[in-house]
């Protein structure tokens, strides 16, 4: 079957500009995940979202960032005013239930570049 | 704060030995290990995992080894194949929704 699917696979941004990231989670996965990975880095926990119940935002960097998950499907994650420093590969993983027990798959992740 | 870490950032092994890349943990609350994969331009794949109340895991090809003493988490591929070349991560829970990843070793075959 499809596994997770993410748009743009590139984004070249200027700074200050706003940027939506989109995932679409494998079907009748009830959590979802955004990571972000840096150059060289391991994988930065920013969101994550199970079935209806409030998202763990506990991992966003700044108040810039947001993300929103309709009907319990697709998830954007929105970069307000881009930095230089959110430049970064933006990865997304949903798993059929709640983690951490229930294997996460990763999408191919959206690289964002912010010049 | 806590953290995830790998001794080796970068590790060459000839087709057909066998690796282990190694990870170190500080979190002694952690009771949950995952090993990822991630290829180059691709998201991180599921290997193998381990709970603490085990000491040795095995999949195909592949062994986690847990150490809770010394706080250190190994994982050993048998039989190298040229495409076991990828980035390996190893990642940590305390028993919530997160997981904390290391930053990761480049495990290079050579034929």
């Known amino acids: 079957g499809a596994g997770v699917s993410q748009s743009p696979s590139n984004k070249v941004t200027e700074k200050g500009k706003d940027v939506e990231l989109r995932c679409d989670p494998i079907?009748?996965?009830?959590?979802l995940y955004w990571y972000r990975q840096s150059l060289g880095q391991g994988l930065e926990f920013l969101i994550y979202?199970?079935?209806?119940?409030?998202?763990?935002k506990s991992g966003l960097p700044s108040d810039r960032f947001s993300a929103e998950r309709t009907g319990g499907s697709v998830s954007t994650l929105t970069i307000q005013r881009t930095q230089q420093e959110d430049s970064a590969v933006y990865l997304c993983?949903?798993?059929?239930?709640?983690?951490?027990?229930?294997?996460?798959?990763f999408g191919p992740g959206t690289r964002l570049t912010v010049l | 704060g806590e953290s995830v870490g790998l001794h080796l950032p970068t590790l060459s092994v000839q087709e057909g030995d066998n690796s282990i890349i190694n990870c170190a943990y500080s979190n002694s609350a952690s009771d949950y290990f995952i090993w990822y994969k991630q290829e180059s331009g691709k998201g991180p794949q599921f290997i193998i995992d381990?709970?603490?109340?085990?000491d040795k895991r095995q999949g195909q090809r592949v062994t986690v080894l847990l150490n809770k003493t010394v706080k250190h988490l190994s994982l050993q591929i048998a039989a190298t194949q040229p495409g076991d070349s990828a980035v390996y991560f190893c990642?940590?829970?305390?028993?919530?929704?997160?997981?904390?990843f290391g930053t990761g070793t480049r495990l290079t075959i050579i034929p």
């Open positions: 381990i709970r603490s109340n085990m």
């Open positions: 079907s009748g996965h009830t959590a």
């Open positions: 993983a949903s798993s059929l239930g709640r983690a951490p027990y229930n294997e996460q798959f």
């Open positions: 990642a940590e829970n305390q028993g919530n929704e997160k997981l904390t």
């Open positions: 979202f199970q079935g209806n119940s409030a998202p763990d």
